[in-house]
């Protein structure tokens, strides 16, 4: 492996492109797992912790269509892919915030500055908390 990029950054200009293209591509791929490695290793297998969250925020996104092509006998064709409307709560527990996806009748319900038993997992090696469940407290 070493012998061939070796013999890559010594092919003349397109030698050093393909052989710098090549490390790259190896350099993208070892920071892509290496990131995957410490998102996972950050929340996976933590214990569930309870504690009550406030609502500081909320959004709502419509619902839509997104338009991507693909090649079918070097004709582009277009395809459209539906997405749902979308309910985000974004509430604050501790220093940390975290959105969770509700239905359009809890959204509508929800006023910011609520307080919710939330059930959370916090990181790890960060703050970050990742909120799996919400209930309106009783305050």
């Known amino acids: 492996m070493f012998s061939l990029l070796k013999d890559m950054f ?6 050093i492109f393909l052989g710098s293209l090549l490390v790259g591509i190896a350099g993208f791929l070892v920071v892509c797992a290496g990131y995957g ?28 269509y997104t338009t991507y092509y693909i090649t079918v006998n070097d004709v582009l064709v277009p395809q459209q892919q539906y997405h749902e409307a ?10 940390a915030t975290d ?19 939330c059930v ?8 970050d908390v990742y909120i ?3 209930k309106l407290a009783n305050k």
């Not at 010594?10 to 030698?15: E, H, K, L, R, S």
């Open 86 to 95: 979308q309910h985000i709560l974004y509430i604050k527990i501790g220093n």
């Open 99 to 117: 959105s969770f996806n509700v239905t359009s009748n809890y959204y509508d319900s929800a006023f910011i500055g609520n307080y919710y038993d």
């Open 10 to 15: 010594q092919g003349g200009p397109i030698g």
């Open 37 to 64: 490695i410490f998102h996972a290793s950050n929340h996976w297998g933590t214990e569930d912790l309870k504690s009550v969250g406030r609502l500081v925020d909320k959004n709502y996104i419509a619902p839509h």
């Open 120 to 127: 959370y997992q916090k990181g790890r090696f960060t703050d």
């Open 132 to 134: 799996s469940a919400i």
